[in-house]
């Protein structure tokens, strides 16, 4: 009967490598046939010692032996066997030189190393194992650089078996082949029993403490306050399972659960716990906020989550959604919200959950945080700065708690018939001084009903119980997980099916997944047919431990069932697909087609998120498209640009930089590149050459031109050219619609928008355009602050501050749902105006001063400089010349820098010195000040600086050039058409 053939696994295992010490030497010393009979007591010594201990012997190289450790079969300690059986040889090779006699003078000894990692295992019927991989290379070049005698343990190995060793760490080594240098551990000696555990080590359950104190936060959540409590713990330390307790001893049936989890994979889908929430509400969302004022906008962020919606929402509509939901719901009754395994969220759904802490101060929600303390490593300051926020860390259970916990236990697994009440006593001591205190090591182990003894580092240990469970599984039932695990942490039975190979195995499907389910490695999902993995740590170790090549497939089958619009996952899909195919097959001539495929789904996914302002989120996806996507491939150039305008965005000019080296040597166009480069250096404010223009040979595209005319328009707009800059941009915005660039007009119609405030144009023109943009973006928020801004300014100086003062309002409130903090700024400055052109200077005074703190805080001094004279000529309109004379000596100890700055600085200090002397220097000042004008081209500004010289003027008494001053004022207000200022100046001028 001939063997079956071959199948290569992937699997944990432990390599060892031992080799006899000076066996060249030996040979020129001894007889042939009695080195014969002493190495053929050694391979016999290492055969049978390797053996003994369940590894298997994979090859001899000359006088070296390489066993592997869990080849066959994964168990929990493969590590501490490897260590045992390398212990037992060098002390068996030890006494082999004894044996021929003292006379003879033969001394042997061995030197070995051992690692642990993943590796292909290839076996076929009773012929050795054969092992490929990375961790076989390790422990060969370990095994080299031991010394005599010495047995060297990679960290993995020696994280597991330090509980049963002694070990010590060596210098860090410079391995052969190996990157870097690798620190190893040397073994000293074997414990003669079990150790007892640490104190340190983790562990979890008891949680007397734990549970009394988030019961008193809860006490405070039922007098009317939201809180928000963080429980952090390693992996299997009992996070789930203690807030299961806390909700079920202390909230009854009047008080509302909802939960989600978050995924350590599924990049595309940042929101999935809010779905899940929402799903399990049914229908008593859309109740709980029908009638609300805005009962529109909260469905249509909150159905977003739920279904594509038709045009993108953004983050910020998302997270107020959801804050007027939860406020809904616990107008009825307590709501406690549960986040699990935060520490795979991404930053925005991090940023919603503080913003609904924040916000809900006074409504009774209990926000319940799990995670691991990765999440601290990614948020330092989480949960800081809020009224009610509390952080428990967890802690390993005692030997008293974790005895109570394996007794638990024991009668469950008996009574399921996964463990036989004979040797359960000796199971269960087995599990205690497995698991360390810890619940999830204690139930593995009890699971997998092994007996032999274990290793105690948390990574390492719970992925050996793991594989050590997993290889319990029958074939079918592991070919089924497997599958299930490349779907995600949920699947369907129709999910697998396609993935199955043939049709008698689709016909076994309900018998497997009821055997995966009387496992517990599974659990029903709530809708007939749905399924997800009891842990994640499961659904992590089968994908993990399944061959790439099968995943890769079916990767790629799973993408081809779903079309982009309906799976967020299969972007996921598709780039696993194509980085498993390059790693197996790279010269596989249908590789650029899939890394095509995948880049343009990262690519359609990234903009999709960047259309609901989700900048963190978007930027990862398309950068993850960029690295996969073809050279030569036009998409790079608008790829390049939207990674740069987020990068940006988000304060990194660096890494949309970085984006545009890559996009260059991806050929994308040279003119697109050159113009986005100097867009990145003047909104970062770095160092570029004002005069250099970016060459356009002709073959650049209308982004390229649209871009280059952007940058121009910034240029002109730091030098306060503002009728320059809005040619530049309208240059642009024509580009743009030729087109049909969505993207590139929304962009550049706001900055034209903005722009409207200070350009030569008459402001009926911009009004009329913020008119336009107030549809346009009419359900993009975040989008409409700027336009109802610039229409609120532009409206009081016509004259009807009342409608400004309206239009800043909602603005401001606008500004505050979706926490925009720069434009919330934006709101103090144009609200200093209104009060200033009404004549309400200390109130102007107080908006100005504000708004200036803030903008030094977000490092834009120069911005805060202009604010901080108009809060000084708000002074001076009071009377109170001393402070604003004092006021405006400060500013001058500090150089302004922007245009505006110094033609307002210039001015403001002609007028100071002309009240404090000497007259001369005034004189002086004032004609200074008159020959920056020519720098720039805006009407309020030119006039609010020919206002100021007149005061100058007619304090030095020259009345003539006073009045000369009031006049052109009057007349640049005027060409604006900038009423309310315009009136100001003509009484000034009546009563000079």
Not at 283 to 295: K, M, S, T, Y
Not at 441 to 452: H, I, K, N, P, S
Not at 638 to 651: H, K, P, S, T, Y
Not at 737 to 744: L, W
Request: proline share 4%.
């Amino acid at each position: 009967m001939k063997d079956p053939p071959a199948r290569p696994v992937r699997r944990n295992v432990v390599i060892l490598f031992v080799d006899l010490v000076g066996s060249t030497a030996l040979a020129e010393r001894l007889d042939p046939e009695l080195l014969h009979r002493v190495l053929d007591r050694y391979y016999s010594r290492c055969t049978a010692t390797i053996g003994e201990y369940g590894g298997a012997v994979e090859k001899f190289i000359g006088d070296a032996v390489m066993a592997v450790f869990g080849a066959s079969v994964s168990h929990e300690d493969d590590a501490v066997r490897a260590v045992r059986a390398a212990e037992a040889i060098r002390t068996a090779v030890r006494g082999l030189g004894a044996e021929p006699g003292p006379s003879w003078g033969i001394e042997l000894d061995i030197h070995g190393g051992i690692a642990a990692g993943e590796a292909v295992v290839i076996s076929s019927g009773n012929v050795d194992p054969r092992v490929i991989g990375d961790v076989v290379n390790t422990a060969a070049r370990l095994q080299g650089a031991a010394a005599a005698g010495e047995i060297l343990l990679d960290v993995n190995v020696a994280a597991m078996a330090r509980p049963y060793a002694s070990v010590e760490p060596t210098t860090p080594l410079t391995l052969k082949g190996k990157s870097g240098v690798t620190q190893a551990y040397r073994l000293i000696s074997l414990e003669r029993e079990d150790p007892e555990y640490q104190a340190e080590l983790v562990d979890f359950i008891g949680r007397e403490g734990e549970l009394a104190q988030l019961a008193g936060i809860y006490r405070r959540v039922l007098a009317g306050r939201c809180c928000i409590a963080t429980v952090l713990g390693a992996a299997g330390l009992g996070k789930s399972r203690l807030v299961r307790e806390f909700v079920q001893t202390n909230c009854g049936p009047d008080v509302r659960v909802i939960g989600g989890v978050c995924r350590s994979y599924g990049r595309a889908a940042a929101f999935r716990p809010i779905a899940e929430m929402l799903e399990s509400l049914g229908d008593d969302w859309r109740a709980a906020v029908a009638g609300l004022e805005q009962e529109e906008r909260v469905v249509r962020g909150l159905s977003a989550m739920l279904t594509q919606p038709a045009e993108p929402v953004s983050v910020e509509e998302v997270s107020y959604a959801v804050r007027l939901l939860f406020e809904a719901l616990a107008t009825e009754r307590p709501l406690v919200v549960v986040w699990e395994n935060l520490q795979w969220a991404q930053p925005g759904l991090l940023g919603l959950i503080n913003d609904v802490a924040a916000w809900l101060a006074d409504v009774p929600v209990l926000l319940l945080c799990l995670a691991r303390p990765d999440l601290l490593e990614l948020r330092a300051g989480w949960g800081g700065g809020l009224p009610c926020s509390t952080t428990l860390e967890l802690e390993p259970l005692d030997e008293a708690e974790c005895a109570q916990l394996v007794a638990a236990l024991v009668p469950r697994m008996v009574s399921t018939g996964e463990v036989t009440a004979h040797g359960a006593d000796e199971l269960s001591q087995r599990a205690l001084t497995v698991c360390a205190g810890n619940p999830l090591f204690a139930e593995m182990v009890l699971a997998t009903g092994d007996l032999t003894d274990s290793a105690t580092s948390v990574p390492m240990t719970v992925r050996s119980v793991l594989s050590a469970r997993l290889d319990q599984l029958g074939r079918g039932e592991r070919d089924l997980l497997e599958r299930a695990a490349t779907v995600g942490l949920a699947f369907t039975r129709d999910d697998l099916r396609p993935l199955l190979d043939d049709e008698e195995a689709g016909e076994m499907i309900e018998s497997r997944l009821r055997r995966l389910l009387r496992s517990r490695l599974i659990s029903r999902a709530g809708a007939p047919g749905a399924y997800r993995f009891a842990q994640t740590l499961f659904r992590d170790t089968a994908y993990a431990l399944t061959s790439k090549a099968d995943r890769a497939a079916w990767h790629l089958t799973l993408a081809d069932l779903h079309p982009l619009h309906e799976s967020s996952d299969l972007v996921d899909h598709l780039e696993a697909a194509y980085v498993f195919r390059k790693e197996l097959r790279p010269d596989d001539p249908a590789l650029p087609g899939l890394a095509t495929r995948a880049a343009l789904a990262l690519i359609e996914a990234g903009a999709r998120v960047l259309g609901r302002k989700d900048l963190h989120a978007a930027i990862m996806l398309l950068e993850r498209g960029q690295e996969l996507l073809p050279a030569g491939r036009r998409e790079h150039d608008r790829l390049a640009v939207l990674i740069c305008d987020i990068a940006v965005g988000l304060g990194e000019p660096g890494r949309g930089l970085a984006a545009l080296d890559a996009a260059e040597a991806a050929e994308a166009d040279t003119l697109t590149c050159a113009a986005q480069r100097g867009i990145v250096a003047v909104l970062a404010d770095t160092d570029f050459d004002e005069t250099a223009e970016p060459a356009d040979d002709g073959t650049g595209g209308e982004l390229g031109r649209g871009r280059a005319c952007y940058l121009r328009g910034l240029r002109h707009l730091s030098r306060a050219e503002y009728g320059l800059a809005e040619r530049s941009l309208r240059e642009g915005l024509e580009l743009a619609r030729a087109a049909g660039d969505a993207y590139e007009q929304d962009r550049l119609l706001v900055a034209l928008c903005e722009l409207a405030q200070w350009s030569p144009t008459h402001l009926d023109a911009g009004l009329e355009l913020c008119a336009h943009l107030g549809e346009r973006f009419a359900a993009d928020r975040s989008m409409l602050v700027p336009v109802l801004l610039t229409r609120a300014r532009l409206t009081a100086l016509s004259g009807d501050t009342g409608a400004a003062r309206a239009l800043v309002e909602v603005a401001r409130r606008h500004a505050a749902d979706l926490r925009m903090e720069r434009a919330i700024i934006t709101v103090d400055q144009v609200a200093g105006l209104l009060d200033w052109l009404d004549g309400r200077n200390a109130q102007a005074v107080a908006c100005f001063d504000r708004a200036a703190g803030a903008l030094r805080a977000a490092g834009m001094a120069d911005t805060a400089v202009v604010l901080d004279v108009y809060a000084a000529r708000g002074l001076m309109a009071q009377g109170r010349q001393e402070a604003a004379v004092e006021r405006f000596r400060q500013l001058e100890a500090g150089a302004a820098g922007h245009v505006r700055a110094k033609l307002i600085m210039a001015a403001f200090g002609a007028r100071c010195t002309a009240l404090t002397g000497p007259r001369a220097q005034a004189v002086t000042r004032a004609a200074q000040a008159g020959d920056l004008l020519a720098m720039t081209d805006d009407p309020c500004l030119l006039g609010d600086v020919l206002i100021e010289l007149s005061h100058a003027y007619q304090i030095l008494g020259m009345t003539a050039e006073a009045r000369a001053a009031a006049e052109r004022a009057t007349a640049d207000y005027a060409g604006k058409g900038a009423e309310l200022p315009a009136r100001s100046a003509r009484a000034r001028l009546a009563a000079l």
